[in-house]
């Protein structure tokens, strides 16, 4: 079952327990790793790197998409590191709305966390003075 990761990390946080996070670049990495999941019953996060996108077909992220939608553990898809927006647009292109949601908030939380750090630290210097 696709979630997004707020939800499932608020679960294992407040159970106190880990969720792991796995690089796939393959079908069978990513077969390999929902079958060991859902034998656990273990939640999991599927990550893809962006420079994994430039090797990798579409095809290969919708299906990464479908295994989350039919799998009976929470499963979390995560663009790892990515930083530019047209990262976002590719992953999730005609994918799923749900996905595109999760990525594209999770993309603006990243942005908004910066700021304000950035706005935090200003405010310190403006305070040394």
Known sequence: MLM???D????????????PAF??????????VMHTCEE???PVIIAIHPDELEFV???????????AHKATVPVCIHLDHGSK???ILRAIRDKDADLAEQLANEH?????????????QEQEIEGQR
């Open 40 to 42: 656990m019953q273990a």
């Open 23 to 32: 690089n796939v670049s393959s079908s069978m990495i990513l077969k390999g």
């Open 4 to 6: 997004n990761m707020a």
């Open 85 to 87: 927006f047209e990262q």
């Open 8 to 19: 499932l990390l608020a679960v294992a946080n407040e159970h106190n327990f880990a969720v």
């Open 108 to 120: 603006v939380l990243h942005v908004m966390r910066n700021l304000q750090k950035q706005e935090t």
């Open 57 to 67: 077909e579409d095809s290969f992220v919708k299906a990464v998409v479908e295994e």
